[in-house]
């Protein structure tokens, strides 16, 4: 079975990327006990000053879903949500095939 992989962009209000990573790394911290999760890499751009990027591989896109059931996920998720801009966007998926 090839790993599942999703990248996304999340986009902080001006003056909220450092808060909104700073919760994203918690997550990542969340993540690494997570069933199936191999990476949770939070990144900047420092030439989007607004947007945090997140890369994640997991075993099986089913183990990113159960994700979401990890305790002190869904706080996170509602901390993060008033600091974004608009509503998130659906990641790229992708399949790693080696």
Do not use: F
Not at 61 to 76: F, I, Q
């Amino acid at each position: 079975m090839n790993k599942y992989l999703l990248q996304g962009k999340l986009t902080a209000k001006d003056g909220q990327r450092q808060a909104l990573a700073e919760i994203l790394i918690k997550a990542s911290k969340l993540m690494a006990t997570a069933k199936g999760c191999q990476l949770y890499a939070v990144a900047l751009d420092e030439t989007d000053a607004n947007s945090v990027y997140i890369t994640e591989i997991w075993d099986s896109n089913e183990d990113h879903d159960n994700s979401l059931k990890v305790e002190g996920v869904r706080e996170l998720i509602m901390t993060a949500m008033p600091i974004l801009d608009g509503q998130p966007q659906k990641g790229q998926e992708l399949e790693i095939i080696n």
